[in-house]
């Protein structure tokens, strides 16, 4: 047991943590002959009779397809066909960390990942058996930002023979979402999405302004230069989604956008809500109250004021 590291193992942490990263990212053709030999000590490791045949695919659709041909077991209709397969590669950040223990605190009993190491920096996904093992490629492209699976201007992921993932911010999604421009999807195409996590990202590239003005919102309250909308419909959790409209007074035809409260039903009780909280405990008088400004989500006033009047004034 121990309660914690030395500088050196410390120092270490970050070279490991880049090796995992390369090794995760890799998109070289795999050397089918050390792919083979890592696969021979991982099942060696664990006292395992490792088979003589090797069955090559290009992506883990391929792979699938080759299984379910050599043992004829599967429909071949079938699609959901990735819980037959071990992760390789992309095993590595958790291998990594038992790495990381064995060969620099001294783990010994840790030694038994060797082979599952060895597998990781030679191939992609593999599936082992007793009668055979499968061992794919490794993708060929590999998109990622800020440490999540994205990419806006085609897949995330693609394998030679054509398989492709698309993503965004780390959500898996159709790839009509990553391709068609942001300015030509339709409200229709956002609310056909049924997944919360694909259609946030749908809002997310559309942004909330746009996604207002095509997606007939409910209208829930109207003043000159505002207007309070219900956007529930966009979304697939329950309870009202309120956002406040707000006319851009120097650019026609420019609204910005802003979420409120679900308690907020009318124009007025949006701009209260949205006023800082040392603000909302100032009294409201139309007619002896100090002017406040407002430029987009920022409000100007004067915090000594004894009142304020309940609308402000826009600035450009």
Not at 44 to 62: H, L, M, N, Q, R
Not at 183 to 189: L, P, S
Request: net charge negative; hydrophobic share 40%; glycine share 6%.
């Amino acid at each position: 047991m121990i309660e914690e590291l030395t500088a050196e193992q410390t120092k270490q942490l970050d070279v490991y943590f880049q090796e995992a990263l390369d090794i995760g990212l890799c998109t070289d053709p795999i050397d089918q002959e050390k792919a083979k030999a890592a696969v021979r000590l991982a099942y060696e490791k664990v006292g395992i009779e490792c088979p003589e045949t090797f069955i090559f695919a290009d992506s883990p659709t391929d792979c699938v397809a080759k299984q379910k041909e050599f043992f004829k077991e599967h429909d071949p209709s079938d699609s959901t066909c990735f819980e037959h397969q071990i992760y390789g590669c992309h095993d590595i950040y958790w291998l990594q960390f038992y790495n990381f223990f064995w060969k620099e605190v001294g783990f010994e009993e840790l030694a038994i990942i060797e082979g599952l190491l060895e597998v990781a920096k030679t191939c992609g996904w593999w599936a082992p058996y007793a009668e055979a093992v499968f061992i794919q490629e490794r993708p060929q492209e590999i998109h990622f930002d800020d440490g999540q699976l994205h990419n806006e201007d085609g897949p995330a992921i693609s394998y030679s023979d054509g398989v492709k993932v698309w993503a965004l911010n780390g959500v898996r999604v159709p790839q009509w979402l990553v391709m068609t421009p942001a300015d030509q999807i339709t409200g229709e195409q956002v609310l056909s999405i049924t997944n919360a996590q694909v259609r946030a990202e749908a809002v997310r590239k559309v942004g909330m302004e746009r996604l207002v003005l095509i997606s007939d919102p409910i209208l829930l309250d109207e003043e000159p230069g505002y207007r309070l909308v219900d956007l529930q419909k966009m979304f697939t959790t329950e309870g009202p989604k309120p956002y406040l409209m707000m006319k851009n007074p120097s650019v026609e035809d420019l609204w910005h956008v802003e979420g409120v409260g679900e308690e907020c039903t009318t124009v007025g009780e949006a701009l209260h809500f949205r006023k800082p909280d040392n603000m909302r405990d100032i009294p409201i008088d139309d007619v002896n109250g100090e002017d406040w400004y407002q430029q987009g989500d920022v409000c100007m006033f004067d915090q000594k004021a004894a009142s304020l009047k309940s609308r402000p004034i826009v600035l450009t």
